[in-house]
T-cell receptor
Framework: EAQVTQNPRYLITVTGKKLTVTCSQNMNHEYMSWYRQDPGLGLRQIYYSMNVEVTDKGDVPEGYKVSRKEKRNFPLILESPSPNQTSLYFC???????????FGQGTRLTVV | SQQGEEDPQALSIQEGENATMNCSYKTSINNLQWYRQNSGRGLVHLILIRSNEREKHSGRLRVTLDTSKKSSSLLITASRAADTASYFCATDAKDNYGQNFVFGPGTRLSVLP
């Protein structure tokens, strides 16, 4: 079954404690991206990657890092989380630009 | 750089009625897509319309695109309680090779039984 898998689904952490949210897709898609969703703001793109070892900033990259060492994986790293990063995070993949996106089930992160 | 803006922000209708949501965007696009999100879950793709298309149908969904007005509409006919969700439009800007596949803030649709 074609899918994008994020882990964990829920995470509560403390300010400053590094964390990684994993994202994996089984569709051999080249394009992957991370979004955060906040009430009233819709989805805002954090980072995207057009292929292995190719990543670039989206609209709200501050406080986040990503890597794309393999085509299927695109982890999101928060080196020093802060409460303003409390949000619902989504990973998405696309075969290429201008096609439909497939989304993971989301990771609800709370930073206290 | 928010590209898509849905309107209205919230819509409440009775089962069986039609629901219409609108999306406006700012720059030239390659295509426009509509997605549905059930509460707190991942987005699901509904339909894609390319810039050279004016109308597209998929089951009870009808999407129109007016590139001169930079707007699109999503019509859901004969709505059901299961259609209750948030609906988002997203655009791929022309000559934008991957950057900013941009979503609007969404329309929250409630279909009352």
């Amino acid at each position: 079954e074609a899918q994008v898998t994020q882990n964990p689904r829920y995470l509560i952490t403390v300010t400053g404690k590094k964390l990684t949210v994993t994202c994996s897709q089984n569709m051999n898609h080249e394009y992957m991206s991370w979004y955060r969703q906040d009430p009233g703001l819709g989805l805002r793109q954090i980072y995207y990657s057009m292929n292995v070892e190719v990543t670039d900033k989206g609209d709200v990259p501050e406080g986040y890092k990503v890597s794309r060492k393999e085509k299927r994986n695109f982890p999101l790293i928060l080196e020093s989380p802060s409460p303003n990063q409390t949000s619902l995070y989504f990973c998405a993949s696309r075969d290429r630009v201008a096609t439909e996106a497939f989304f993971g089930q989301g990771t609800r992160l709370t930073v206290v | 750089s928010q590209q898509g803006e849905e309107d209205p922000q919230a819509l409440s209708i009775q089962e069986g009625e039609n629901a219409t949501m609108n999306c406006s965007y700012k720059t030239s696009i390659n295509n426009l897509q509509w997605y549905r999100q059930n509460s707190g879950r991942g987005l699901v793709h509904l339909i894609l319309i390319r810039s050279n298309e004016r109308e597209k149908h998929s089951g009870r969904l009808r999407v129109t695109l007016d590139t001169s007005k930079k707007s699109s509409s999503l019509l859901i006919t004969a709505s059901r309680a299961a259609d209750t969700a948030s609906y988002f439009c997203a655009t791929d800007a022309k000559d934008n090779y991957g950057q900013n596949f941009v979503f609007g803030p969404g329309t929250r649709l409630s279909v009352l039984p």
